[in-house]
């Protein structure tokens, strides 16, 4: 059975940093685009950011371009979110996610192109 299982969320001040995690098991995702995608109340599911299989190429939405960091340990079938600068605008339930296709080199920020994904994980970022 595949999982993603994303940790490291929670409360924090504006300003502050987190580290997101998000952890595969059942199966590789080495050869795999993975993502980072986040829903706030009341608004629609959002592209964060995504890494390319080989991490040669990242990919980030403007509002956190300069913030955050994705990265990926392949050896670990994990990928991460280093999260910076925090602000109230930033609070969602953030969600990894692994593409459909293998050794997509521009990582795509479509959600229909991505087939698994993690329960998500909450983040509040207090002003």
């Known amino acids: 059975q595949v999982q993603l299982v994303e940790s490291g969320g929670g409360l924090a001040q504006a300003g502050a940093s987190l580290r997101l995690s998000c952890a595969a098991s059942?199966?590789?995702?080495?050869?795999?685009?993975m993502g980072w995608f986040r829903q706030a109340p009341g608004k629609e599911r959002e592209f964060v950011a995504a890494v390319s299989w080989s991490s040669s190429t990242t990919r980030y939405t403007d509002s956190v371009k300069g913030r955050f960091t994705i990265s990926r340990d392949n050896a670990k079938n994990t990928v991460y979110l280093q999260m910076n600068s925090l602000t109230p605008e930033d609070s969602a339930v953030y969600h990894c996610?692994?593409?459909?296709?293998?050794?997509?080199?521009?990582?795509?920020?479509?959600?229909?192109?991505?087939?698994?994904w993690g329960q998500g994980t909450h983040i509040t970022v207090s002003s």
């Open positions: 996610a692994a593409d459909k296709s293998q050794y997509r080199y521009y990582p795509t920020t479509d959600p229909d192109d991505y087939e698994y």
């Open positions: 059942g199966r590789s995702f080495s050869a795999y685009v």
